[in-house]
């Protein structure tokens, strides 16, 4: 059986090694490395496939969160609402800003953030929602929407887990998560369902005076070199990472098929254990499982029977991760924000109680096999 890992970057390299190689050798030999043809194709071809007007690459999926905020004109102590149950980036630059993080529940069958929490957490203070489509599950955005409408309130979505999802609204129409709020964020981090190899990141939105905006804040407040109109920072995608992007982004579609076909199969090994909760999947949404999740459930040994079970793994060298162990509102980070005011249940029964098993665009049904048999085993023990 082939060595498992949380993601095989090495196998799906191979897969795509002489296209990846030639178009990295044409930058090397064009030596424009900033800016460029790639990074113009690739912004151009990422629109066309979320079906969004602009798109604006960046740095990293930190900065597009980042560039995002500055371009919305928040004042200091602006509130904005977010998951406390999400990756440091989303939370760490609301605070970089000045503006204050507003940490709400999740919905623990989705894991993302929910709607009615996000409405009892509006204050007159309130300037923005950031939604997180956690895991690679849609948040519910036609419900956050509506709320934001209600209040007028920014929405920026975090899409680094989730390219290439889908929401359905009531009335049918499917757009892709990123581009149904003010301003879509995501990060090409080597593993992420379209991952560059190195760092990357881009904002999207269909405003155009927004767009114009986001791409001056991206490149130090210039429109004219040399000349600028607002204080802004230098966030680029380089080209080798766009080249490789453009090779691979044909590849999302069939990269989300191969990560559905592992989900599938995990639910179907794990659907009838009663200890075990495989990831629910709201029929608004179609899942691109960046993370496949389980809950599990021990009564009050929850926490140590999830971490007994990690070891257990480890041991069969399988390896498992715990996104996120703590919780935002728990991290030292925050204590300045009032972190250790907020009581968020759900998040902390969730904190205790996840584990993400290995998913990747080149898992086979040998080490699935093996996988599910050595989870039920210690589960059914
Ligand atoms: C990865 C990630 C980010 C940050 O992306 P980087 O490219 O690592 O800066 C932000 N939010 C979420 C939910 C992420 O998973």
Known sequence: MKAIHMVDLKQQYFNIKSEVDAAIAEVLDSTVFIGGPQVADFSKSLAEYLDIKHVIPCANGTDALQIAMMALDLKPGDEVITPSFTYVATTEVIALLKLKPVFVEVDPHTFCVDPEAIRKAITPKTKAIVPVHLYGHSCEMEEIMAIANEHNLFVIEDNAQAIGA??????????????????GCTSFFPSKN???????????????????????????????????????????????????????????????????KVADFYDNAFAENQKITTPFRADYCKHVFHQYTLILENGDNSETFRNELVAFLAENNI???????????????????????????????????????????????????????????????
């Open 194 to 260: 379209l991952g560059c190899y190195g760092d990357g990141g881009a904002v999207f939105t269909n405003d155009d005076a927004l767009a114009e905006k986001l791409k001056m804040i991206a490149n130090h407040g210039q429109k004219t070199r040399y000349y600028h109109e607002m204080v802004g920072c230098n966030s680029r995608l380089d080209a080798l990472q766009a080249a490789i992007l453009n090779i691979k982004l044909p590849l999302l579609d069939s990269y989300i098929h191969a990560r559905i």
């Open 319 to 381: 390896p498992s991760m715990i996104y996120y162990p703590v919780p935002a509102h728990k991290q030292k980070m925050f204590a300045s924000f009032g972190g250790a005011d907020y009581h968020l249940e759900k998040t902390d029964w969730l904190t205790h109680r996840v584990i993400s098993l290995p998913i990747h665009t080149e898992m086979d049904e040998e080490q699935l096999t093996f996988i599910t048999q050595k989870v039920l085993e210690f589960v059914n023990k």
């Open 166 to 183: 889908d929401y359905t609204f009531r009335d049918d129409t499917t757009k892709k998560t990123g581009t149904i709020g003010t301003i």
